[in-house]
């Protein structure tokens, strides 16, 4: 890297900072530090090198530059130097390459008018409304089209086809009902309204905002699952809205064998809806309360299956956040399907995004960082679910012979010989307590589902990481066991505090 003649005068010297590998994206202690300093040198800017990262796929992309954001660094003091093609297609992709003050492929030299700060240029077209907040570092993407080719060298999928209507024209946007058209409680009757275009033809699942139909489109025949949100239910509010339009667009940029596909949504009538295609199954969790422990291998094949489903969403930028058995079809044909994608996430660490804050997930699927409440979380807390659904299906939800207790998750399994060795070994590895313990990615969970079917000796392995696992596990049951403590401490506080007042008020009259 070359820097141009230094002008004379007394600006401060531009420090350099190197970018970790892909494997310290969001871990590296060697680079907050670098940072750090930098932040102190008082420098106008700061030079990112950022050939580490030359051949990083695109998650490490968007990690990186989350990252970059928890450590409320702006990005308009920083130049990207020794960018590669591959890196530069990746951040145009996730709308971040313009963010930065300047950015540099490999070889451009860098000069002093790279420094220099600019003024971002105006839109070609101003939008019609202006934005409710700043624009972050990490914007969601637009959606690919087929003429469009990212300077990565990737070809975009081309675009999804909603069902057409019968006037042709798509379903209306869908957007929150003003103040006050909310009435206090409301269920839409099986067969008693359906979107334009579609006959509804039976309830499929009924969830605490939402219902599924099993409906028809009247021109085509085809089946659909339509799943609609009645804004007339008192516990709807204009941010499930929200998230409920924002589980169409997810949908419909899902292209994934293992992903419910969508094909569209809309509103009519006050009501809005999400299509999506109709899956002919029951969802795992019926299955295993139907069959009890399923044989290692059928669930193997599962695991697999939606582990390649949670990696493609990875791929697309997205976690899951609620994978469980409940958000798992299986096809009768056997295919896993991973649905219920209204609460995914883009990979982000901006407080005002739904990581933890609005996603809850389900209490025993959350790994120990969620639980926790961290804003950061990667595809290992996705890792950490798929392992307790793993255990669902081989140990079942209820103890044998005790229909009404169920079973807890926890270090137990390791001593249940009803599991082969290589199962154990996975779950072990998959619901660390501790993050450097997991699995780092699903291509090295895929490589050992692959390893366990083969036949894979995994005793030495479940050995060398047993007493580290179960050790794990005490500390987080103590340290959980000592924040129930403290709770339950405030709580009998408040609970005297208020009955003092109580006493106080009584005696004042």
């Not at 659904?389 to 998750?409: C, D, E, N, S």
């Not at 290589?422 to 313990?437: D, S, V, W």
Request: net charge positive; aromatic share 6%.
């Amino acid at each position: 890297m070359e820097l141009g003649p230094r002008p004379k005068t007394s600006a401060p010297v531009v420090p350099v900072v190197q970018a970790p590998s892909p494997e310290g994206v969001g871990r590296s202690k060697i680079f907050e530090r670098d940072l750090a300093k930098a932040r102190e040198a008082g420098a106008p800017c700061v030079v990112l090198d950022m050939g580490p990262l030359a051949a990083a796929q695109r998650a490490s992309f968007l990690l990186f530059v989350a990252w970059l954001e928890q450590l409320d660094f702006n990005p308009e003091r920083v130049v990207l130097v020794n960018l590669s093609t591959g890196a530069i297609g990746h951040l145009r992709d996730l709308g971040a390459l313009g963010r930065f003050r300047a950015h540099l492929p490999v070889g451009e030299a860098l000069t002093p008018a790279a420094l220099a700060p600019h003024p971002p240029a105006p839109p070609a077209h101003p939008p019609a409304h202006p934005p409710a907040a700043p624009a972050r570092l990490l914007a969601a993407p637009a959606p690919a089209t087929a003429s469009s080719r990212s300077t990565s060298g990737a070809v975009p999928r081309p675009p999804t086809r909603p069902i057409p209507l019968p006037s042709g024209k798509p379903p209306t946007a869908l957007v929150p009902l003003p103040p006050g058209s909310r009435t206090p409680s409301g269920r839409i009757p099986a067969l008693g309204w359906s979107p334009p275009g579609f006959e509804i033809l039976s309830e499929l699942g009924r969830g605490g905002l939402a219902t599924v139909y099993k409906a028809r489109h009247t021109g085509t025949g085809r089946l659909v699952a339509v799943k609609v949100l009645d804004p007339r239910s008192a516990t709807v509010t204009p941010q499930f809205v929200k998230l409920f339009g924002k589980e169409a667009d997810i949908l419909q940029r899902m292209d994934h064998e293992n992903v419910l596909r969508g094909l569209g949504g809309g509103s009519a009538d006050g009501r809005y809806y999400v299509l999506m295609e109709y899956v002919e199954g029951k969802s795992l969790q019926d299955v295993i309360l139907d069959r009890g422990r399923l044989p290692e291998k059928e669930a193997l094949h599962t695991l697999g299956e939606v582990t390649e489903a949670v990696r493609y969403l990875e791929s697309e930028a997205f976690l899951h956040g609620d994978i469980k058995p409940g958000n798992i079809m299986i096809e009768t044909t056997g295919r896993a399907k991973l649905c219920d994608l209204g609460m995914t996430n883009w990979i982000s660490l901006d407080p005002d995004a739904t990581n933890s804050a609005v996603v809850p997930g389900t209490k025993g699927y959350l790994s120990p960082e969620r639980e926790a409440g961290s804003q950061f979380v990667d595809v290992r807390s996705e890792i950490y679910a798929l392992g307790v659904t793993l255990h669902r299906m081989i140990a079942g939800f209820f103890q044998p012979g005790r229909p009404t207790a169920k079973i807890k998750f926890g270090p137990d399994f390791l001593d249940d010989d009803a599991l082969s060795i290589g199962c154990r070994y996975l779950i072990t590895r998959m619901t660390a307590p501790e993050l450097k313990q997991r699995y780092v990615n699903c291509d090295a969970v895929l490589r050992d589902i692959g390893r366990v079917q083969r036949g894979y000796k995994f005793d030495k392995d479940l050995a060398e990481v047993r007493e580290a696992y179960v050790l794990s596990w005490y500390q987080l049951c103590t340290s959980r066991e000592l924040a129930e403590e403290a709770a339950e401490a405030k709580a009998a506080e408040a609970r005297t505090d208020a009955k003092a007042g109580e006493k106080g008020s009584v005696r004042g009259k």
